[in-house]
């Protein structure tokens, strides 16, 4: 079954065309990769997805439900959330003020409850609190929920950012260039991360450069080169595939 599906989708910045008659879909319990040269409209077609930019023509859907053009809240609230390629935790937070954060995107009680600190806020605060040090401990930060974001180590920051977006409750985690900076022992160890998070039930959407997190975590992979795609399959097709190969001609980063 399709978690997410665009279909035809275009969007335009003047006279330049960052996303070009782009289809793709994801199925529930997959990990799906978006790989290209630097340019090619990766994070753009993320910002179209989270509703930070409006198509100016096709359709998305999740679980069948078109979603194009709602307001990013809104579409947080139908189970997606991302993260960035520069990470944004709040630095001078704790570990477990950065996830609530995150959780406080769906309240369970009022705007009077919050304002007058009533019983049912304390109820649903320290409920809260209960599922982040879980979640958090889920993903091996359990000895960190007191330690402020700024002192984690770099890849401790990278999962407590995707920790903040599994808080909102999502189903579908999108992923943006997660590997950024990172050395080979903390990008298999991201490999690792992405893996035990399909195992925990997430469908993951993933923009990442490095290629060897690429190919041992996808399922599938969609190619785009100057807002296009220009080649999809499974990893073993796409390493093979010379389109790709002349796409990434002169890039240094990149290893199909």
Known sequence: MNLLRAENISLSFGGLTAVNDFNFYINEGQVVSIIG???????????????????????????????DGLHARKIVSKGIARTFQNIRLFSDMRVIENV????????????????????????????????GAKLLESLGLEGRLSDYADNLSYGEQRKLEIARAMATGAKLLLLDEPAAGMNHQESEDLRVFISNLKNLGYTILLI???MRVVMNV???IYVMDYGKKIAEGRPHEIQSNEAVAMAYLGDSEVHL
Do not use: C, W
């Not at 340019?39 to 078109?66: C, D, H, R, S, W």
């Not at 409850?113 to 609190?129: A, C, P, Q």
């Open 218 to 220: 996808s399922d599938y």
């Open 208 to 210: 990442e450069h490095d």
């Open 100 to 131: 609530l954060v995150g959780a406080h995107i769906n309240t369970d009680y009022s705007f009077f409850d919050g304002l007058f600190r009533t019983k049912r806020f304390y109820e649903v605060e320290n409920k809260k609190k209960q599922e």
């Open 37 to 67: 040269p630097n340019g090619a409209g990766k994070t753009t077609l993320f910002n179209i997805l989270t509703g930070i930019y409006k198509v100016n023509q096709g359709k998305i859907y999740m679980n069948e439900e078109p979603i």
